[in-house]
């Protein structure tokens, strides 16, 4: 059982754009979803992240948006760039020792210059 | 990555011989992760470490043996290498409990089993 699912599996984007990548999870005790940008031939690295008190955090041109009654979250990319063009994993995890980040499988966004 | 060192970069084996995997950190963390990423499947826990001698199973384990005899250093062995296993393997580390403290991953490994 899949518990964190992306969608669309990939994305291509115009320069100057509105990139929106969207999260749904299935387990109610999650409560720290970060979402992580991959370029190739690196390791992912943490992007943004939000806790579900906030309905939406911002970070320069990135935005996540929380919906903790439909247990989804998204990442918007405004004014989205080539250097955008990356792998980005959404990902959850609940409070509790030993803890672990349970992944999404990733989408692949394309901004076209 | 700052902190955070997998070797080798790539390395190329065949079928059925043994292979050992290096992260080494200098961030102290107490939280230290092997996933491997195939296309379609994102990222996939193999084994995690919450200390120096404490390991557990994530969901793909089977085939791999992890061990980390020092804060700084977690292995990750393939007793056998298969064509399965041939991906890439990147390693993550935590400064505390694993989710609420964002992961730092390294640049990866690059495995290909012929």
């Known amino acids: 059982q899949q518990q964190v699912k992306q969608s669309p599996q990939s994305l291509i984007v115009q320069k100057g754009g509105i990139s929106i990548i969207n999260c749904a999870y299935e387990?109610?005790?999650?409560?720290?979803f970060p979402w992580y940008q991959q370029f190739p031939g690196k390791g992912p690295a943490l992007l943004i992240a939000i806790r579900p008190d906030v309905s939406e955090k911002k970070e320069g041109r990135f935005t996540i948006s929380f919906n903790k009654s439909a247990k989804q979250f998204s990442l918007h990319i405004m004014d989205s760039q080539p250097g955008d063009s990356a792998t980005y994993f959404c990902a959850a995890a609940k409070s509790g020792a030993n803890s672990k980040l349970t992944f999404g499988k990733g989408i692949t966004l394309s901004v076209r210059p | 990555d700052a902190g955070i060192t997998q070797s080798p970069r790539h390395k190329v084996t065949e079928t059925g011989t043994p292979v050992t995997l290096r992260c080494h950190q200098t961030e102290n963390h107490r939280y230290m992760y092997w996933y491997r990423q195939d296309p379609g499947h994102g990222l996939r826990l193999i084994h995690y470490s919450y200390g120096v001698k404490d390991t557990d199973k994530g969901e793909v384990s089977d085939g791999y043996s992890v061990s980390r005899s020092k804060t700084e250093d977690f292995l990750l062995t393939l007793e056998s290498a298969t064509s399965s296993q041939t991906s890439v393997y990147f390693c993550?580390?935590?400064?505390?409990?694993?989710?609420?403290?964002?992961?730092?991953f390294g640049s990866g490994t690059r495995l290909t089993v012929v």
């Open positions: 387990n109610t005790a999650f409560d720290y």
């Open positions: 993550a580390i935590s400064e505390g409990t694993g989710g609420h403290y964002g992961y730092t």
